[in-house]
């Protein structure tokens, strides 16, 4: 027995439920998740460790900013719908309270953030070490760990609460410091392996205090300790600066910020 042919309208109707039927399946193939259609505004705060110090070549400001810092770096990787780098060399936490935190707004959906170690008298405690005598050394680190321990908590509970404040709906991630050294054999005008213990020790308290001041906040702390083992000051590929230039000595080289800080901010976004 011979199909009897379809109605016009009938095959109209079949047609465009099937037209529809596909454009919703391409549909949830082609319409990005939210995760992938987010924009993100992205401000960087901070001290030299998050204006690049280091790394060089430097902006004409003078805070000593480079674009191979980890977050220009991460910003370009990420291709960010706005960028604002107010980090600044020597910064300490109230510079960041009275100048930095005015970058951010309701619309900042990202900030980061090193901060702390010149509150604790980074510099000092480094030249104490580098240039004093073994005594001289321990009294500069007991003196920048009792500090970190007694004082700091409250001026980094005082900088992320401004960040806070300024931008309610950013995702803050604090970041920490990296041990400075390697502490075998390194020559005869290095500093000796028991200074370069303490001040890893030194390091190590700096990053407990933040870690656990950046939780209390609803922050995460992004680690750079595991990222820069085996580069520091000493060893055979160092991501860390000696004293080969005086404002950049023990900081980052160009090879820390891309290999060390940016890996780890990297990681404590996913």
């Known amino acids: 027995m011979p199909h009897r042919a379809l109605p016009r309208r009938a095959l109209a109707r079949a047609a465009t439920a099937l037209a529809a039927l596909l454009a919703t399946a391409v549909g949830v193939v082609l319409v990005p998740t939210a995760a992938q259609a987010a924009t993100v505004h992205y401000v960087a705060l901070g001290d030299s460790y998050s204006s690049g110090v280091g790394a060089g070549p430097y902006d004409l400001s003078t805070c000593l900013r480079s674009q191979k810092s980890y977050a220009p770096l991460w910003a370009a990787a990420n291709a960010v719908t706005s960028f604002a780098f107010p980090a600044c060399g020597g910064a300490v936490t109230s510079d960041v309270i009275s ?85 075998g054999s390194c020559g005869v005008l290095a500093m000796s392996s028991y200074k370069r213990t303490i001040l890893n020790e030194a390091a190590d308290v700096l990053a407990t205090v933040t870690a656990a001041r950046a939780g209390a906040v609803g922050a995460t702390f992004a680690d750079t300790r595991p990222f820069f083992t085996g580069h520091g000051v000493c060893a055979a590929a160092p991501w860390i600066r000696d004293v080969s230039g005086v404002i950049e000595a023990y900081h980052p080289n160009a090879d820390g910020y891309r290999s060390g800080y940016l890996p780890a901010l990297t990681a404590a976004l996913r």
């Open 99 to 183: 100048k930095q935190v005015r970058s951010l707004s309701a619309t900042t959906t990202l900030v980061t953030i090193t901060i702390g170690g010149n509150d604790a008298g980074f510099a000092d405690v480094i030249t104490s070490c580098r240039f004093g005598s073994t005594a001289t050394c321990t009294a500069a680190v007991d003196k920048a760990k009792s500090f970190a321990a007694s004082t700091l908590p409250g001026r980094l509970d005082a900088t992320y609460a401004a960040i806070r404040d300024r931008a309610p709906n950013a995702r803050l991630v604090v970041l920490g410091y990296p041990r400075l050294f390697e502490t």
